[in-house]
């Protein structure tokens, strides 16, 4: 038998009832009279799942094989999906349609289901023309194929210029600012939602030639948000008039503002562009420099320069300019001298049309600069070009005081590189120089009372001399060959033990290693030595090495003398060819660090710490 079946469900119902009746006959002490016409009834329940009604929602004495309708309304933004038997017997006609028909079987309860339905509605945000039907009762999960614009459009205005727009799809926010879907594609329902047409305005990019002549570049009109390439100048061309010489321009790009002072833009630059714009033609002057010979007794006046405004020139010299009983001393705005002084060589912002002067002097003028001076005042002197004698005899530092340092004549450089000359000492003017103080810092090592010169190189102070202390117990240090001379000339040589005086290897900056060193100074790492070779830079060897007794420039003052060294079987070598150093920093239990020059650079090498090689010390 098949229970799912109605006619079996009746059948199986009927017998049921036929085999109580038979057991109730069967018994001797009771009589039963079975009724001619039985009936069987039922009772229905009806339910709803949620998001709509039924009706009806109970029926009572329910005859069998007798339909009940049953119907089911879903509330706004649900659709009937189906009816279900929860408990008891029954059969629906339709289970799938709304308005159906039950039969029952025994007493049951149905319930009706619903499920949410979503609407797409569409704004055509501020565009004339058809707006798309709004798509309703859309499946959560569901997907649609967004519409086009249709017949929409869009116009407006800003400054006074019209706007086009070009549909670029739909948003979920009506500025634009919610999540973009194109035209046509395909849009998944998870809620109710408005989309709102994304119009993307045309602007106008236009050119103005500024004063220029010739035809501007034409007009460019392109989506908000997207760049276009600069273009160039064109056939425009420009110029003007200042007292009374002409002016040539050169086009210089683009400006927001006719007047330059804007933002600018070079030509062939990408150019976003974010609304209506007019970008000016920018014009830089070119201005004529010219060259007055002042009143010179022969030659000519160098050429004229012209530049660009706002960019600078190197001043040329007098050329074969020259002016009996004169010598030439630079370039001035005003004839008479009383304007601003330029020196030949020197750079010179052009910022309109001028002319520059020559400017002639019977008078050499010898300068003296106090160099850091902390206290006191310079000398200066004067020599008549006409004057068979133009030797003068160097002044005393008078009452020049720089605190720490011990004034050593003068220089003609400030860093006490170039030619040095001792106070009272003969000088012959042949220009106009200034000469600087030249200071020395020195120390005195109380430990025996010798002074040592030291030097400040970037932001370390160096001594400028190689240690010579000897050490309290006569090991570990030695004169070059035994030769006292040697050490008077090139400091001590000591193996590394000895240098780092018991300390451990550093590799900071600083090392934190006094070791052979005076108080208040100590043996440089690695580190110490790299800042040094650094701040030099190239050629560094060159540079730190002494002029007198080395081939070096010693141009800051650093000294450098080519010591040799000692290796530990006694034997000395390469003292006048090549310098070495150590540092406070070894690798592993036998070699250290040192430094080696010999010929430009400032080598890094490993070496037995039994050798013996020079020592310089950096001030705490």
Same mark, same amino acid.
């Given at each position: ?315 040329p010299s007098r050329g074969t300019l020259t002016k009996d009983g004169y010598f030439f001393v630079g370039w001035n705005e005003k004839s008479d001298g009383t304007g601003t002084n330029y020196n030949a060589g020197s750079s010179y912002m052009v910022r309109n049309n001028i002319t520059l002067y020559a400017i002639w002097s019977d008078v050499y003028i010898v300068y003296f600069n106090g160099n850091g001076a902390t ?49 009272? =000492?003969?000088?012959?003017? /042949? %220009? ?6 030249? !200071? *020395?810092? @020195?120390?005195?090592? $109380?430990? #025996? ?23 309290a117990d006569g090991g570990g240090s030695w004169c070059y060959a035994g030769d006292t001379g040697n050490c008077n000339s090139y400091g001590r040589l000591y193996n590394w033990n000895t240098a780092m005086a018991g300390s451990s290897s550093s590799n900071a900056n600083p090392s934190g290693v006094r070791g052979i060193c005076p108080n208040g100074w100590h043996l440089p790492s690695r580190a110490e030595w790299n ?36 290796? =530990?079987?006694?034997?000395? /070598? %390469? ?6 150093? !150590? *540092?406070? @920093?070894?690798?592993? $239990?036998? #070699? ?29």
């Amino acid at each position: 038998m098949k229970p799912n079946t109605l006619s079996n469900l009746l059948t199986a119902a009927a017998f049921a009832a036929a085999l109580i009746l038979l057991l109730l006959s069967s018994c001797t002490d009771i009589s039963v009279s079975p009724p001619e016409n039985m009936t069987i009834t039922y009772n229905l329940k009806v339910e709803s799942g949620g998001g709509g009604s039924v009706s009806p929602t109970a029926q009572s004495g329910i005859a069998a094989e007798t339909p009940v309708n049953v119907r089911a309304t879903p509330y706004n933004g649900y659709i009937f999906s189906s009816w279900s038997l929860t408990s008891g017997l029954a059969q629906f006609v339709d289970a799938n349609s709304a308005s159906t028909s039950v039969l029952l079987g025994w007493n049951a309860t149905i319930k009706a289901y619903f499920v949410s339905v979503y609407s797409i509605t569409f704004n055509i945000n501020g565009a004339t023309g058809t707006t798309p039907a709004t798509v309703s009762q859309i499946l959560y999960g569901n997907s649609i194929k967004l519409p086009g614009k249709g017949d929409m459009t869009r116009t407006g205005y800003q400054d006074h210029d019209s706007i086009k727009y070009t549909f670029g799809g739909w948003n979920t926010n009506n500025s634009g600012t919610g999540y973009n879907y194109s035209a046509d594609s395909m849009y998944r329902v998870t809620g109710n939602v408005t989309l709102y047409a994304r119009w993307i305005p045309n602007y106008t990019v236009r050119f103005g030639a500024n004063g220029a002549s010739g035809e501007e570049p034409a007009t460019i009109i392109v989506e908000s948000g997207n760049s276009i390439k600069l273009p160039g100048k064109g056939d425009m061309t420009r110029t003007g008039y200042q007292d009374p010489d002409s002016i040539k321009y050169t086009f210089g790009g683009w400006n927001t503002s006719n007047s330059g002072i804007g933002n600018n833009y070079n030509a062939g630059e990408t150019y976003k562009v974010t609304s209506n714009v007019t970008l000016y033609a920018r014009w830089i002057p070119i201005y004529p420099v010219k060259f007055n010979a002042n009143n010179a007794t022969s030659g000519e006046a160098p050429a004229t320069i012209t530049a660009d405004s706002g960019r600078s020139i190197t001043l040329p010299s007098r050329g074969t300019l020259t002016k009996d009983g004169y010598f030439f001393v630079g370039w001035n705005e005003k004839s008479d001298g009383t304007g601003t002084n330029y020196n030949a060589g020197s750079s010179y912002m052009v910022r309109n049309n001028i002319t520059l002067y020559a400017i002639w002097s019977d008078v050499y003028i010898v300068y003296f600069n106090g160099n850091g001076a902390t206290s006191g005042s310079v000398p200066a002197m004067e020599v008549k070009l006409a004057d068979s004698n133009k030797n003068i005899t160097l002044p005393d530092k008078g009452n020049l005081v720089r605190m720490g340092y011990n004034f050593v004549g003068w220089n003609e450089k400030s860093n006490g590189t170039g030619t040095n000359y001792n106070a009272g =000492s003969s000088y012959t003017v /042949r %220009n106009i120089i200034t000469l600087y103080a030249n !200071w *020395t810092y @020195t120390f005195i090592d $109380s430990r #025996d009372g010798k002074t040592y010169k030291a030097v400040e190189i970037g932001n370390q102070r160096w001594m400028a001399e190689n240690l010579n202390y000897d050490t309290a117990d006569g090991g570990g240090s030695w004169c070059y060959a035994g030769d006292t001379g040697n050490c008077n000339s090139y400091g001590r040589l000591y193996n590394w033990n000895t240098a780092m005086a018991g300390s451990s290897s550093s590799n900071a900056n600083p090392s934190g290693v006094r070791g052979i060193c005076p108080n208040g100074w100590h043996l440089p790492s690695r580190a110490e030595w790299n800042t040094l070779v650094d701040y030099v830079g190239g050629s560094a060897g060159t540079k730190l090495k002494a002029k007198n007794g080395w081939n070096g420039t010693n141009d800051l003052g650093f000294s450098a003398l080519p010591g040799g060294g000692r290796y =530990s079987g006694g034997s000395f /070598r %390469n003292v006048g060819a090549n310098g070495n150093w !150590w *540092t406070a @920093t070894e690798y592993g $239990s036998s #070699d250290a660090y040192y430094r080696y020059i010999v010929y430009n650079g400032v080598d890094e090498y490993l070496n037995d710490k039994s050798d013996a090689f020079s020592v310089r010390c950096v001030q705490d």
